[in-house]
């Protein structure tokens, strides 16, 4: 198939399958002659497309006389925006869609042996499959046997029939490598010839009309090789391998079921087929192919690639790096110093080698990682966070990093991807890192660099699909026009043929394999042991599923309990690899999903780490908007989750910038307005105070410490358009971000709060409620109240965090759990509660964070008779019958809620001091008790069996 780059975001694509049918009229035609391409209205179901007007477009390539050197139609424009030029012609009377065009004018070139097509919408949401070839020329020449292009075994010293058929009469040519083995002279609309085997010969059958028009068809033959059964050394497993004390040697070892047999080509071969390089056969597993290369030069590059029997050339898929014809020219040698040369003539990516280099002098080896539940995690795209755009600028912000106090640094893909700018989600090559932001030596020095500084270092990593470039893909795949791309080919050990998920991009993994799931736990292993990252964050896990279709969306969205298992599965094996690294899904789908692997050995201290996006609320807040302004999900209690292992965020790659929606939306009061840049900055400190002190790792984006603005759909020209959703973004720091006051007192404010969660054990209970505009007494919304406790913890023990996400100063409630001294923890001034009850004033976008002081610690401590208190009596309930016992309640409510937040009854107490008895008819599972009342707030959690 032709290949099509698509920028990655979640594109669903609607097939048809199966041939359509069209006509050429004229037909045979040259190319220079004037023609019609027309299809029957019938082949396309427009109400299913969802097009208007008829909007159908064309999407075509040409290829020379040899059916090879692929060239995109100059105004296909992109896969996601078609050009206008190449949309058909809709006619009514005979509901047919055509277009007419000139091949040599439509496609800027001559020669032109075929053309390919498929019919689209202008989005690309829809398309027809598969491609559609259609020859160019009046002399056309169709080889009978053996087919052209194909790939045919003979054994030396048989022979063959040759036979092709022409539609004019022609004289024929036919070549063996170059040379002529038989000519006719007498001109004949066909050709036979017997051919005798001798040797692997690239073969060519030459055609010539009375016209001199020349057509050619190449095909192959290719003796049989006897394969060597033999047992695989120990030392060699699939990749490349050095030898423990043999710095002359190299073991590689390729997976390739369905090849009659494999080469090595490489620098050490002149790039030759030499049976020299054959490689042997596994005896345990036959479809495991391996050899050991000897006599090498330590510390000298070596190149290679494998070839297949089918003619397949390709690197290897455990390439720790590999060069590539496409992308290395871009590379500056500032970021890449002494980048090897591509090795001309050999097409795709080539793997390299090198014995005897020297191990990295890593300065950290026993890193002690953050705990989970307390990571801060720094999201980038080294791409857009420098002007340099390469590990060591990335280096010399270290100092940046670490004094905003974060403790972890996700990096968004940087394995091996198609292109050098990027998001990295059009992986090729898993196992390799990408030349595009520098060495493996300088990425080493950024983890060692981070791991001296206390910051872990996360790797987003992409296993739900690989680009056309990756080996695995290519080497089993449909390639009609030759030109290495194609679909991929039914018997791929690793690969659906057609997506079994929604949101799939480029080609599917099926996870269901032993080869695939080979394939990623060496990966893992590569990046945990050889680069020291820390863990991973997996995107797109809703894609490891074989259950559903790329159509159904309902079905990818709900419980599956294949991906639940093959999740586990790899949880388990990366967890064998480095028993403490992090794993974090970016699932975003149903709780009892979730659950499965948030919960997973929690006993053990595992449990894996959920996306949890609460970016619509947060920018609603900031914004100033009440409605759907409600975050209290980033309480891991309403998911279910035994642990807090929520990874809450506001914003991250995939959203809009809170700042850009502030500042084109924000509302207004009076003279006050959200968009007014000053004033959506300083809503951006409260969004700190508001995120941060919820316990529970937390996760931003880039540049939100400094109010980046700019839109996530921001043009290079500065227009916005969904289009440009993954193009290059300014860089805050070549804009001065930094050193603007306005700009950098948010970098502060959220320096000092992260500082304040990373001292004070309290921020890290389990025991806390975040209520954001959810009390019947906010009538005009948009205020927060988070609370903390933990008794267990010296020193600070209660938080209140207080916000007005309003647009007027608000007299807000408190509701303090206790009266006493407290203290204002971004300014260390103390706080005198008389009154839990007694309201604090809030100018508009302000927040307070206040902490109990530990002059009145133990005084409240002695004094707990003294406090409002809450139980649950015989809890688990049973006999759908709860007793709740209360004390010091003044003016209380209590409210039951589920885990997703849905208000189940609510009950007004008339005394201080009692007992409540209520039916608990609910459904079997865990329930929050909220107490609320003028002398302090209450939360317990309420099980019915």
């Known amino acids: 198939m032709k290949r099509i780059l698509i ?36 082949q396309i179901d427009e109400a299913a497309w969802g097009v208007a007007n008829n909007a159908i477009y064309i999407w075509s390539w040409s290829l020379d006389q040899n059916y090879a050197n692929s060239q995109d139609c100059p105004t296909n424009g992109t896969w996601g925006n078609s050009n206008e030029t190449n949309r ?17 004018t439509f496609y800027n070139r001559t020669n032109i042996g075929r053309f390919g097509f498929l ?46 058929t022409a539609t004019t009469a022609a004289t024929y040519q036919l070549k063996a490598n170059g040379v002529v083995v038989n000519s006719t002279s007498v001109a004949s609309t066909s050709y036979s010839y017997n051919y005798t085997m001798v040797a692997d010969a690239d073969m060519e059958l030459i055609a010539t009309d009375a016209n001199n028009t020349v057509k050619n068809r190449t095909f192959v033959l290719q003796t049989p090789r006897n394969v060597v059964s033999e047992a695989i050394p120990t030392w060699i497993k699939q990749g490349i391998n050095y030898h423990s004390t043999d710095q002359t040697k190299v073991g590689l070892a390729l997976y390739a079921p369905f090849k009659n047999f494999v080469h090595v080509i490489g620098s050490f071969n002149g790039w030759a087929v030499n049976d020299s390089y054959l490689m042997k056969r596994d005896t345990t597993n036959p479809d495991l192919y391996w050899i050991e290369l000897s006599g090498l030069t330590a510390q000298q590059l070596y190149t290679f690639q494998y070839r297949t029997n089918d003619l397949k050339k390709v690197a290897d898929p455990f390439s720790p790096q590999i060069l590539s014809s496409y992308d290395d020219q871009y590379i500056s040698a500032t970021t890449y110093p002494n980048l090897p040369a591509f090795p001309a003539g050999q097409g795709f990516e080539v793997s390299m080698f090198k014995t005897g280099e020297t191990a990295y002098p890593w300065q950290v080896t026993n890193f002690t990682r953050p705990n989970k539940e307390n990571l801060v995690i720094y999201e980038l795209l080294l791409r857009d966070f420098t002007a340099e755009k390469n590990w060591q600028s990335l280096i010399n912000k270290i100092s940046y990093l670490k004094t905003l106090n974060i403790n972890a640094i996700e990096l968004m893909p940087i394995m091996e991807f198609e292109g050098n700018i990027s998001w990295g989600y059009n992986t090729s090559f898993h196992y390799a890192i990408d030349k595009a932001y520098g060495t493996p030596a300088k990425f080493k020095e950024f983890v060692d660099l981070c791991h001296q500084q206390g910051i872990a270092v996360i790797l987003d990593v992409a296993f739900n699909h690989a680009t056309g470039r990756n080996p695995l893909a290519r080497l089993w795949n449909v390639d009609p026009d030759g030109d290495g791309y194609g679909d991929i080919a039914a018997n791929n050990p690793y690969f659906n043929t057609v997506p079994k998920h929604s949101y799939n991009v480029f080609n599917d993994f099926n996870h269901s394999t032993a080869a695939t799931r080979y394939y990623v736990e060496r990966c893992l292993q590569q990046w945990l042991t050889e680069y020291k990252v820390d863990g991973f964050r997996w995107d797109l896990t809703k894609g490891f599923t074989q259950n559903c279709t790329e159509n159904d969306e309902t079905c990818t969205n709900a419980y599956q309990q294949d991906r639940v298992d093959v999740l586990k599965y790899y949880a388990d094996k990366q967890w064998a690899i480095d028993p403490n690294s992090y794993m974090i899904f970016e699932h975003l789908g149903t709780d009892a999903e979730e659950q499965q692997w948030a919960n997973y050995r929690v006993a053990e201290g595992k449990g894996v780490m959920l996306w949890n996006n609460q970016n619509g609320p947060y920018n609603q807040n900031t914004m100033g908007y009440k409605d759907n302004s409600s975050f209290d999900r980033m309480d891991h209690e309403l998911h279910g989750f035994t642990n807090n292992y929520t990874v809450g965020f506001g914003e991250s790659h995939d959203e809009e910038r809170l700042m850009f929606k502030n500042l084109a939306y924000g509302a207004s009061s009076g003279g006050y307005n959200v968009t007014t840049l000053n004033t959506a900055l300083n809503r951006m400190k409260t969004f700190g105070a508001t995120f941060f002190t919820v316990p529970g790792p937390k996760m931003i984006w880039q540049f939100g410490e400094l109010g980046y603005e700019f ?65 019947t007494n906010d009538v005009d919304g948009l205020v927060t109240r988070i609370y903390l406790q933990d008794n267990t913890v010296a ?21 303090f759990p206790y009266a006493g001294q407290w203290q204002n923890l971004m300014d260390n001034s103390s706080y005198t509660v008389a009154s839990t009850t007694t309201p604090i004033s809030l100018e508009p976008g302000e927040f307070r964070i206040y902490g109990n002081t530990a002059g009145t610690l133990s005084t409240s401590e ?7 208190s809450l139980q649950i009596a015989d809890n688990p309930v049973k006999n759908k019958v709860a007793k709740l016992i209360y004390h010091k309640v003044k003016n209380g409510e209590i409210t039951i809620y589920d885990m997703t937040g849905k208000k189940m009854d609510s009950y007004q107490l008339k005394t201080e001091n009692g007992t409540l008895e209520i039916n608990t008819n609910y459904p079997s599972g865990t329930y929050l008790v909220h107490l609320k009342s003028e002398t302090g707030v209450s939360i317990e959690k309420m099980i019915v069996k």
């Open 7 to 42: 920028p990655f975001f979640l594109l669903i694509v609607a097939n048809i399958f199966g041939q359509i049918s069209y006509t050429v009229s004229p037909n045979p035609f040259n190319e220079t002659q004037q023609i019609t391409l027309t299809v029957p209205g019938n």
């Open 88 to 104: 058909l012609a809709y006619n009514a009377g005979t509901d047919s869609y055509s277009l007419t065009f000139t091949p040599t």
């Open 119 to 164: 019919l689209k919408t202008k989005t690309g949401s829809s398309q027809t499959s598969p491609d559609i070839f259609v020859n160019v020329g009046t002399l056309n020449l169709n080889m009978t046997s053996p087919a052209a292009s194909s790939i045919t075994s003979v054994a030396a010293g048989s022979s063959i029939n040759i036979s092709a």
């Open 711 to 775: 839109s996530i759909n921001r043009c290079p020209d500065g227009s916005i358009n969904n289009a440009c959703r993954t193009d290059e973004k300014p860089v805050a720091f070549t804009l001065g971000y930094d050193t603007n006051p306005n700009r950098n007192s948010i970098y502060t404010t959220w320096s000092q709060i992260i500082n304040l969660r990373n001292i004070h054990p309290v921020f890290k209970t389990k025991t806390y409620t975040v209520e954001s505009n959810n009390l």
């Open 795 to 815: 020193g600070m023990k209660n938080v209140v965090v207080l916000a007005n996400y309003g647009l007027t100063t608000r007299n807000i409630v408190p509701y």
């Open 862 to 868: 002695q004094n707990l008779e003294n406090r409002l």
